[in-house]
């Protein structure tokens, strides 16, 4: 079982930074690729960024160059580097954790892009 706790949404203006943090916990949480997707209003929810477990990146073509994510030292927790934000980044921001057919998600946090 893994546990995700996500935090660090917010309200930003366009052009600004957020870091969301996705704190795992749980056994052999290390060992799970880590993806953070997203969901705006009444859109499906997307692939943002993933890393693997041996720290491989990949991101969707909309972020490339803005959004960076990293894994902690101790690899329970999941950075994403949000910046020069857009008003279509708006979204709730949801970790996952995935390994062969197993997976956990977290709660959610909420980015809004807005003047």
């Known amino acids: 079982q893994v546990q995700l706790v996500e935090s660090g949404g917010g309200l930003v203006q366009p052009g600004g930074s957020l870091r969301l943090s996705c704190a795992a916990s749980g056994s052999a949480s290390s060992l799970y690729d880590i993806n953070w997707f997203r969901q705006a209003s009444g859109k499906a929810r997307e692939l943002v960024a993933a890393v693997s477990s041996g720290g491989s990146t990949r991101y969707t073509d909309s972020v490339k160059g803005r959004f960076t994510i990293s894994r902690g030292n101790a690899k329970n927790t999941v950075d994403l580097q949000m910046n020069s934000l857009k008003p279509e980044d708006t979204a709730v921001y949801y970790c996952?954790?995935?390994?062969?057919?197993?997976?956990?998600w977290g709660q959610g946090t909420q980015v809004t892009v807005s003047s």
């Open positions: 996952n954790a995935r390994r062969g057919p197993v997976e956990y």
